[in-house]
DNA sequence: GACCTGCTGCGGCTTG
């Protein structure tokens, strides 16, 4: 349009020449989107101005609109909607969005909005809105549950969803469709636009799609890419000997004395390290190579309280700390606080995650990412090259949009239900448009009405689930005060497990436990905490209270965090990588000195006792090894798909054998491979492995070989939080984990009796088969299996990739020592 | 329902 001959442009332009900023040409055509009215997904990598280049079109848009008195004008109403994952990023991005409005001398306010905004502050933004409002989607969903909210979005110019990759492909993701549907109807769709702002994932398109889907259709979205190329330098860290490094763990604390000398010759280093407990871990272990690191070096992970998680952000930023050890907390957030150094121990699982965690240094445009990979076990060095592969060809992941998640319906039913209430029709058309519930038919919408009125089949003889009354004229209402009220709690999608507080006996907290955990203890116990050692005192008010305890054994807790299999994007890059290995064992008998990865050369011990008792393979071929030893007969399989279709492919072959012979099998998976170990000889051979392995029936074989009735029910503890089946007490309150398992119980069961049709009992088998199985990826694997070739192998012992399977499968009887022991005789045995 | 390596993220209290 006219952008160049406003005075908003040359004002901003001025403003950031000033200010040392450079306009990057993506910022100025996104800008002229905004200005256009479009709707749209802005991607650029982090730390070049995505963020600023939104809010400055919405800015310019509005200065367009009144280029007379911009700067004097106050009390607009709202303009801009902010929609962030991250409560602790909404401040950050609020003073630099007010350090902006300063510098063009508008009068602008900036308003946040979360569960930490004080009451008084909400009660003003009811009388007046800030002209920028910043909120989660939790929140936003509160804000849909106040009477007369289509007032508040009554001027609404934009909405930005910020980081929208991270919402989409989780129920956060649907609440915001579901909102962004909602806002769009108070204002007959038009008027607002919407604009995503997402870093780079595989389905770019499918997301713009997602977050479109409620715009009126016919006119497709924009989608304006930077292409600024981030160079990035990955650099593995290798053991000394790679003949002894071990096969198989997770922690690689054998290789952290060359950890020191990165942090000592580096400013500030990030450590990432895959779970809370090993960070316990490592941090200590730190500390006791190198006691002078005392003071200078932090932990940080998802259970430590939130002031010392605060404190180690800032000590960080201001260069107090030379290094923290981190878990996947410190993936965001932290946008405005790179680092010079960045370490990651163990498997990211994912080409994103670890680009994004390179992209924590050097983050300014222009400089070098580098990254350091620590392998936690030595086959773990390929995943180094094949990252660095995968990063090249810009293989990043996927993340797919849910569909048909009844619960967050159900919930934004009775969101809309304590407000101002809903007609059914006009919703049912509106949810329609919306990604997730297009496919929703009529007899589905029926069911959930007849659901939240009456209880539905099953539950309508308890008042309790009888929430929503049919008024007369057709309206949808909870008139209840106290319903509305125990609603209001419990927006949102994230489920918990029980958490018990940690605090000093003297006062000040150290962080929360798992109630699990816990419970196992006896007073006078030792634990591990935010890298201290506690003494258990007494469990007290739902608080764990502690003291300090010089002991000198003291047990790391073990939260029960979700399970991130490897990615089939890195999966895939691995199965490459191998096959590349090959070729150099293959080049290099016949003399040659074939161009590789370093880290695959440094494998070639390795790889060629692979070779030599068994076999490495192709990239379109699957190994399967037979092994007998004295624990039994072994099968070991290595599809490279991650643990979750290991799990799933290893009971569906166990069960597909049992068909040929009566047959019992225990199971054993890493992200590499699984195991089938049998007291029997096992039933598999080149004339019917191709049928074990084939893609046909697989729906129905997967459902009659694993319990699904079992895994359901687990799924379904979180549905019926979530749909609001299960009231989980008030804030603080203590809520049992016994009793949230058994009401959750209680309900499956009544369900499954009365009305296994029920949409939430279909959405939990649906979750089970899509999340746990990987159904599709499984597929996927099969089909592709099935059109490569399968290689069976008999070696006469272990074999470098059967190992950690075989460690992981003896874990269970053995304890910690025992199993180094015997580990490592193991391994000695076979050099 | 357990821990076999298993992350992160949010929200909320009433009352005549």
């Keep these: 349009m006219q952008l160049k001959e406003t005075i908003g442009y040359k004002t901003i332009v001025t403003w950031m020449a000033a200010d040392g900023r450079q306009p990057f040409a993506f910022q100025e055509e996104a800008w002229q989107y905004i200005l256009e009215g479009r709707s749209g997904l802005v991607n650029a990598p982090t730390g070049c101005g995505k963020t600023f280049s939104v809010f400055l079109g919405a800015v310019i848009d509005f200065i367009n609109r009144h280029p007379d008195d911009y700067r004097t004008r106050g009390g607009n109403g709202l303009q801009l909607l902010w929609i962030s994952p991250l409560r602790a990023l909404a401040k950050d991005i609020g003073r630099a969005m007010e350090e902006v409005l300063a510098g063009l001398g508008m009068r602008w306010q900036v308003g946040t909005r979360n569960g930490d905004t004080d009451p008084a502050e909400r009660a003003r933004q009811k009388r007046k809105m800030p002209e920028v409002l910043i909120i989660t989607p939790e929140s936003l969903h509160l804000l849909l549950a106040q009477k007369n909210y289509p007032e508040v979005f009554k001027v609404l110019k934009v909405v930005a969803v910020d980081e929208w990759h991270e919402l989409l492909g989780s129920k956060r993701g649907v609440q915001v469709e579901l909102a962004l549907a909602r806002i769009l109807g108070t204002r007959g769709g038009s008027g607002v636009s919407i604009i995503g702002i997402s870093a780079t994932i595989g389905n770019l398109e499918q997301a713009g799609e997602v977050l479109l889907a409620s715009m009126h259709r016919g006119e497709g979205g924009f989608i304006v890419r930077a292409v600024i190329h981030k160079p990035i330098e990955v650099e593995s860290i290798f053991p000394d000997e790679i003949e002894k490094y071990p096969w198989s763990g997770h922690l690689g604390l054998k290789l952290i004395h060359k950890v020191i000398p990165i942090i000592m010759s580096s400013r500030t280093t990030l450590i990432f390290i895959n779970t809370r407990g090993m960070s316990e871990t490592w941090y200590q272990s730190l500390l006791n190579i190198c006691p002078d690191l005392a003071g200078a070096i932090a932990l940080h992970h998802g259970s430590i309280d939130m002031e010392l998680r605060t404190w180690v952000e800032e000590a960080l930023h201001e260069g107090k700390l030379k290094a923290v050890v981190c878990t996947a907390s410190l993936d965001l957030g932290v946008d405005f606080r790179p680092v010079e150094t960045v370490i990651q121990v163990g498997s990211p699982k994912g080409v994103a995650r670890f680009l994004q965690r390179a992209g924590r240094s050097g983050h300014q445009p222009g400089q070098v990412s580098k990254i350091w990979f620590l392998p936690t076990h030595s086959l773990e060095l390929m995943e180094a090259a094949a990252l660095k592969s995968a990063m090249q060809e810009g293989l990043i992941e996927s993340r797919e949009p849910m569909l048909l998640s009844f619960d967050v319906l159900i919930q934004f039913l009775s969101t809309l239900a304590i407000s101002d209430g809903f007609y059914a029709d006009e919703l049912f058309r509106e949810l329609k448009q919306t990604y997730c519930y297009s496919e929703m038919t009529e007899e589905e919408w029926r069911e959930i009405l007849h659901f939240i009125t009456e209880g539905g089949e099953a539950l309508h003889q308890y008042d309790e689930y009888r929430k929503v009354e049919l008024m007369e004229g057709g309206l949808y209402k909870i008139n209840s005060r106290r319903v509305a009220m125990r609603h209001r709690l419990h927006i949102g999608t994230i489920v918990s497990e029980p958490m018990l507080k940690v605090r000093w006996v003297s006062g000040g907290y150290v962080g ?107 990239e379109n071929e699957l190994l399967i090894e037979q092994i007998e030893t004295r624990d039994g007969y072994h099968l070991f399989v290595y599809p490279f798909e991650g643990r979750l279709v290991h799990e799933a492919m290893a009971a569906l072959l166990a069960y597909r054998m049992s068909r040929i012979t009566p047959i019992s099998f225990s199971f054993a998976m890493n992200d590499y491979g699984f195991e089938l170990l049998s007291d029997q000889p096992i039933p598999l051979d080149d004339a019917n492995v191709y049928e074990l392995f084939s893609p046909d029936n697989l729906t129905a074989d997967i459902q009659r070989s694993v319990n699904s009735a079992e895994m359901a029910r687990r799924k379904f503890r979180d549905i019926a939080v979530i749909g609001g089946l299960i009231f989980q007490g008030y804030p603080g309150e203590y809520a049992k984990a016994r009793h949230l398992q058994s009401s959750a119980g209680l309900l499956f069961n009544v369900f499954a009796e009365y009305d296994p049709n029920n949409l939430l009992i279909r959405q939990a088998y649906n979750e089970v088969m899509e999340q746990q199985m990987e159904e599709q990826r499984l597929r996927n694997m099969l089909e592709r299996v099935s059109r490569g070739q399968m290689v069976l192998r008999w070696p006469k012992q272990l074999t470098p990739f059967c190992f950690p399977l075989k460690v992981d499968s003896m874990r269970e009887d053995l304890s910690s020592e025992k199993l180094e022991d015997r580990v490592r005789r193991m391994q000695a045995q076979l050099r």
Excluded: C, H
Aim: proline share 6%; net charge neutral.
């Design 512 to 618: 929360v436990i798992e109630e699990y955990f816990i419970s196992r203890m006896e007073p006078g116990e030792t634990f591990t905490l935010a890298g201290r050692n506690l003494e258990l005192v007494m469990i007290k008010d739902m608080t764990v209270l502690v003291r300090k305890s010089n002991a000198r054994k003291s047990r790391v807790p073990s939260w029960n965090g979700g399970r991130m299999p490897l990615s089939a994007n890195l999966g895939m890059m691995l199965r490459r990588k191998l096959d590349e290995a090959g070729l150099m064992l293959r080049a290099m008998l016949e003399g040659e000195e074939p161009v590789v990865d370093i880290e695959l050369r440094v494998l070639q011990p390795l790889f060629e006792l692979q070779a030599a008792l068994s076999y490495m393979p192709r």
